[in-house]
């Protein structure tokens, strides 16, 4: 399949420059701190008695340092959501770049990692030199006691810090993995909360003082002949950097450590994240009242909930914690209705699947048997307590602010276009949008019954208002073992719409492409990887009549 420039710059150009950015600040700064230490003049003894591995050293701390600034700001969640709802700030580009916040954290996650082992290596070659290079003529330099020295005695009097940062970042790194994350959410949880001893750590480890530059350099000229000596530095003279000229020296070399540097990278994010927890904290606090509790088909339970002065738009999604379940886990859900001025509540589904979602069903609905409880506030029994965090921004907000849309959705993945339906039921106009093409594939027919009357409801009032073709609704069922249609009467205008099989994906761009010639189409997806995948190589290819793609994903895990 050809690639189109056009299209592949609309989907990559900003992620790709901004990668490159990355890359380049990371490279600039561990060049320039490489060369400085390699050629300062205020390191030319510590590098003769060290060599490569104090440039290797700094240079890689230099990078920890600011990957360390920037791995915290993808996570200020509600931050980015206010930067996505500038519209006025923010352009389209850079509201798509917003949606990679996550890639961009393990990035910097991933560099912490690969710098804090060139770090450590460069660190242990430093500690072997100090043991084997002793200096005579410079104590104060030393960092081991005497010649020959134990490394490993070294490590535990002066590294003990860097020790622990490691440990910690392994315990971190391994957690995080996509294995550990789906089969026990806690220990990813709890590990990954060790940031904040982390950066404490961190903060005490730059304050060890091991290495040291000269302060006197005029009087005491690197290479200068001290009192004791006849010739100039024999090694430094044979490279072409005895610097000294030959000249006395007019007092002894002086030394101290570097400044710490460290709290002036992290000091300003982790001061802005803690300050976005504590905002969250508090307002995650406001009292949640549980409304209705449906058992939809297929595991599913739809839960609607009040709280005060809760505002959301559609496409947003909400963190939902249940103390009753896991006082620590915290689990994102897309609205699949919004608080509008007719109506206060908001509501999720959630499918059943995991030991969370499972326990939290179980206090829900006790009696399996029952599909659900709509009681009069008055009659409303002990629901478990929640706290709710958000709303929070997602891709599935630019919906509207393209002329022709497409959704696609993958089981339930459909939640975050339940709610985009929900406001179009409630009024199209008012939007920029014009068009939207809707495709949901479904293992099991009885899934779409989530949110069968609301796709009716919504059929009717587009043909209502005499605009049909507003929205092209086309639902896929894969599994065909005892498949029948759908039976409900009220249900007919799915039921012309639903195929079997899977959709041809190739077809669906051409004819979108044909039907929207020279515009762009934004192209939203949730579901499993294949179809994301799919669609992400289409939406870069140059088949569809100058239609440029512009391919957007939800993300949870």
């Known amino acids: 399949m050809a690639l189109s420039v056009r299209s592949w710059v609309a989907n990559e ?12 600040g990371n490279t600039w700064l561990f060049m320039r701190t490489f060369l400085c230490y390699y050629y300062g003049q205020q390191y030319h003894y510590l590098h003769k008695m060290l060599g490569l591995g104090l440039c290797i050293s700094r240079a890689s701390a230099s990078v920890l340092n600011l990957n360390c600034c920037l791995v915290l700001l993808p996570m200020c969640r509600t931050l980015l959501t206010c930067l996505r709802g500038s519209h006025r700030v923010t352009s389209r580009k850079a509201r798509r770049l917003l949606d990679k916040s996550k890639t961009f954290h393990v990035a910097c996650g991933v560099a912490i990692c690969v710098f804090s082992a060139v770090h450590v290596s460069a660190h242990l070659a430093n500690i072997v030199n100090f043991s084997v290079r002793y200096s005579e003529d410079f104590p104060s330099l030393n960092v081991a006691r005497y010649k020959g020295e134990d490394p490993r005695l070294i490590i535990l009097t002066t590294g003990i810090t860097g020790v622990l940062l490691v440990l910690i970042l392994f315990l971190m790194f391994t957690a995080s993995s996509y294995c550990i994350r789906v089969s026990n959410y806690e220990i990813f949880w709890h590990t990954h909360n060790l940031f904040v001893v982390f950066y404490v750590i ?128 915290n689990h994102p859900f897309t609205l699949t209705a919004c608080p509008t001025e007719k ?21 829900l609905l006790p009696d399996p048997r029952a599909e659900s409880e709509i009681l009069p506030m008055v009659q ?46 409630d009024g199209w106009r008012r939007f920029r949008l014009r068009r939207l093409y809707f495709v949901w594939v479904c293992r099991e027919l009885q899934s779409f019954y989530w949110f069968a009357e609301l796709l009716c409801a919504l059929h009717r009032k587009l043909w209502q208002e005499n605009i049909p073709d507003y929205l092209n609704l086309q639902l896929y069922v894969s599994q065909t073992d005892g498949l029948q249609n759908i039976p409900e009467e009220r249900y007919q205008p799915l039921s012309s719409r639903l195929l079997i099989g899977r959709p041809r994906w190739k077809l669906l761009f051409e004819e979108i492409g044909k039907t929207n010639k020279h515009k762009r189409v934004g192209v939203f997806c949730c579901g499993p990887k294949g179809i994301s995948r799919t669609l992400h190589r289409l939406c870069n290819s140059d088949r569809y009549s100058g239609t440029t793609f512009e391919f957007n994903k939800e993300s949870f895990s």
């Not at 904290?281 to 839960?303: A, F, G, K, Q, W």
């Not at 706290?387 to 393209?402: I, L, Q």
């Open 13 to 24: 150009g900003g992620k790709h420059f901004v990668l490159l950015l990355w890359l380049g």
């Open 202 to 329: 961190l903060m005490l480890h730059v304050l060890g003082g091991a290495l040291k530059y000269q302060t006197n350099i005029e009087a005491h000229p690197p290479g200068c002949l001290r009192a004791n000596q006849s010739s100039p530095d024999p090694t430094r003279e044979e490279s072409g950097q005895a610097l000294g000229d030959g000249r006395s020296c007019k007092e002894e070399a002086r030394f101290q450590p570097n400044s710490p540097e460290t709290w002036l990278w992290v000091s300003g994010p982790l001061c802005l994240y803690c300050a976005e927890r504590l905002y969250r904290y508090i307002r995650s606090n406001s009292p949640v009242t549980i409304v209705t509790v449906v058992r939809h088909p297929c595991d599913v339970i739809e839960l609607r909930m009040l709280k005060k002065d809760f505002k959301a738009h559609p496409g947003q999604y909400i963190v939902l914690n249940c103390p009753s379940v896991s006082s620590f886990e």
């Open 380 to 425: 409303q029994r002990r629901y478990p307590k929640l706290h709710v965090d958000g709303p929070f921004g997602s891709p599935s907000e630019e919906v509207f602010n393209y002329e022709v849309s497409l959704c696609v959705a993958g089981g339930i993945g459909v939640t975050p276009f339940a709610c985009v339906l929900h406001t179009l039921l």
């Open 343 to 363: 109506k206060e509540t908001f509501g999720i589904h959630l499918r059943v699947v995991g030991d969370w979602t499972e326990r939290f069903a179980e206090l």
